[in-house]
């Protein structure tokens, strides 16, 4: 089989409900049905700008679940680690490339077993924290109610209404403006999530209601050609120029990522020391110690945390704490940091947790070239005791 | 207002410098040293561990934030580790250990990491002195926790 496909739902209901034909719905539900998984982890819109992790092992469940929704910023490894069993049971996973990426250092770091996690990967330009999209809707006088979705095409921010109405503004003018994406996803640098068994996007396709799909690995291609045996699913080999347009739209969004790292990183590189100190440590000044970044990471599974008080590094009852507690936090996520932005969305003072966090796996990438999350029998640098001095 | 660096005050400022030494060669060498007459700095102050590798980043990160000036981490050479890998993992957690401090604003060259074998009295002495020396003009660390704290 080929790599590189564009697929579709057969049945009419789903590739209505679903997005771009509804393929992801279509093959979970499958998975569900013919019991090659036990449970399919998905994310549930709500009403307005809520939605929720779900996890269901009824097919009919998923059809539900279909359509994209670009305000959920679920915390899909941690999820997995936290709270399920990947010893005991399969599950199929809908990811974004942060949460694969996530998954795969859980899984080097033997928090998940990933032999048990089907990873459907979505591509991704960007998600938006609920409060910010809310704020944005109030200067683009749109009525939160009349939304039915928002999308990101190129550089253009879209609302498609429930009327039917579409409208589209500049994302850049939004993020300058302090809105948009999340800071985070701004400065991601990996739009389609290749280590997952099956990418899959609107990215390439020129006409009609399909999905463009990268199979990633074997077992990704069996589900596949099983899906379409079982007439689930319909296909057609995507052509040059779909390959094309897709490798297109991730360059021109890997080029505005690329910006806004030279924006940040910028900023914070051309800082004297003293600059950064008062910047740093004026931030964690403001910290109450709450613990949320480090509960939520999705990097940091430590049973026993050193940052616990009774691990004596941070003393109880000190507020704010110790810069220690976050410069040892800085270095222990270093290495596998995926810029998943869970930190910094959660951090009740507003400290920008993930921007240091991103930068200093940078200074990872540059000395030992290794990037997280992308190849599982890639070790960790740290936990490499070879002698490569 | 940190010690030290009071106008006038400058002169009276001793760095404070603490040596992290493997046990199997470093700490070695500091008692060669001693007892060859090599002299050294007495601002610096040695803890003992059983090897390199058992240096985690939390030990210099609180050494900085406590009012260390300088951090020195010894370790036996390349291919001499007692516990065969012990140093080459020490000089990964440093080289990060040295961009993260940097970034967030202490300047790296208040860490060092050096292979100081159990002979090497001299050299120990030597890398003393230098260090010593770079910290001098580097100045009072411009972090301590607890005086921050108390403000
Ligand atoms: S440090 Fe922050 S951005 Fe990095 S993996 Fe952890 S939660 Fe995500
Ligand atoms: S902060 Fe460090 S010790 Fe704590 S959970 Fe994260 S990696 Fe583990
Ligand atoms: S989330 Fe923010 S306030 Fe809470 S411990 Fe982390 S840095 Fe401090
Ligand atoms: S025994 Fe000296 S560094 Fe390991």
Redesign the interface.
Known sequence: MNKFILAWAKDREIRKRGQCGGFVTAILKFMLEENIVDYALLVKKGSNLEYSIFLTSNPEDVVDCAGSVLWATPNIAKFIAEYLDTNEYKIAAVCRPCDARAIVELAKMNQINIKNVFMIGLNCSGTFLPATLERMFETLNIRVEDVEKVGIKKDRFVVFLKDGKVETFPLEDLEKSGLGRRENCRRCEVKIPRMCDLACGKWGVIEGKKTFVEICSDRGEIIVKKAVESGVVEFEYASDENVKIRDELENFALKMSEKWQDYYFGQ?SS???????????GMFERCIKCYACRDVCAVCYCNDC?LNPWRL?VKGG?IPP???FH??R???I??SCVNCGQCQDVCPVEIPLSR?AH??NK??QE?WGYIPGIRLDEKQ??S?????? | MIEGQEEGKMEEWEPNIIVIACNWCTYQAADLAGSLRYSYPPTVKIVRVPCSGRVEPEFIIEALINGADGVLIGGCHPGDCHYKNGNYKALKRFELLKSVIEEFGIEPERVRLEWISGSEGLKFAEVMKEFNDTIRKLGPNPLKWKEINSV
Request: hydrophobic share 45%; charged share 25%; net charge negative.
């Open positions: 914070m800082m004297s020391y003293e600059e950064r100190r008062n910047y740093w440590f050193i590094l000190e110790s810069f220690s410069i040892t800085a270095v222990h270093a290495q240091i930068k200093l200074t990872v000395i640098p740290l490499r005791a070879e002698n490569d001095i």
